[in-house]
């Protein structure tokens, strides 16, 4: 491993760490740079020359150290997609992890920020909860409508009625038909207001998301 390299990592706004295997599945972290351990809230001591499981007690339940031992056994690398990795009880890192082998015996990973994705994300399913809510709520009140003036429509099939008696159903049709024309240009105009205010969050998250497909790690 050269120096050139480890200064390349150092530079890096990607997290990059390196870890060493001791034994099959159990890995020492050699090296983690600076914005890795600013992304993941870590200092240098709580990370070097500690054990992967030490750092990240939930490793083997998201696979990452089955991933290490995969890319240093075959040699090619591998991607775990969004993933929240826990760096102790409390807190929750979500980040993509790029797996690629080095010189015996180091692999190293690199990572991205992903808490703006998952930020995004439960916004969105935030977002779409508000909406369900709006939908069932206008949802009912249009069938009601619906309802009634189709049940009117009915009577006139069904019944004779006198002059006076038609013009009040009519009125109550027509009523209910500006009610539906109004619940729809809301309905309209709260759908609208939701997915621009998606399309804002997307567009933020666009330009201050580094993605690792573009990167290189060596």
Do not use: W
Request: charged share 30%.
């Amino acid at each position: 491993m050269t120096q050139e390299l480890l200064n390349y990592y150092d530079n890096s706004p990607l997290g990059v760490t390196i870890y060493k295997r001791l034994a099959p599945h159990k890995f020492e972290i050699y090296y983690y740079n600076e914005a890795g351990r600013e992304m993941d809230g870590l200092s240098e001591n709580e990370t070097k020359g500690k054990l992967l499981e030490t750092v990240f007690p939930n490793c083997e339940e998201i696979g990452l150290s089955q991933l290490l031992e995969k890319v240093y056994l075959d040699g090619k690398t591998q991607v775990i997609p969004f993933m929240g990795f826990k760096s102790d009880n409390t807190k929750t890192i979500h980040r993509t992890n790029r797996v690629q082998k080095l010189e015996e015996p180091y692999v190293v990973s690199v990572f991205s920020d992903e808490s703006q994705t998952y930020s995004y994300i439960r916004q969105i399913e935030k977002d779409n909860r508000k909406l369900n809510h709006a939908l069932d709520y206008t949802s009912h009140h249009l069938r009601g409508n619906l309802s009634t003036s189709l049940g009117i429509l009915e009577l006139f099939e069904a019944t004779d009625v006198s002059r006076e008696e038609k013009q009040f159903l009519l009125n109550v049709i027509k009523k209910n038909l500006e009610n539906i024309d109004s619940k729809m240009h809301h309905l309209v105009d709260l759908l609208y207001k939701e997915v621009k205010e998606d399309e804002k969050i997307l567009k933020k998250h666009k330009f201050k998301t580094f993605h690792l497909k573009n990167s290189r790690v060596s």
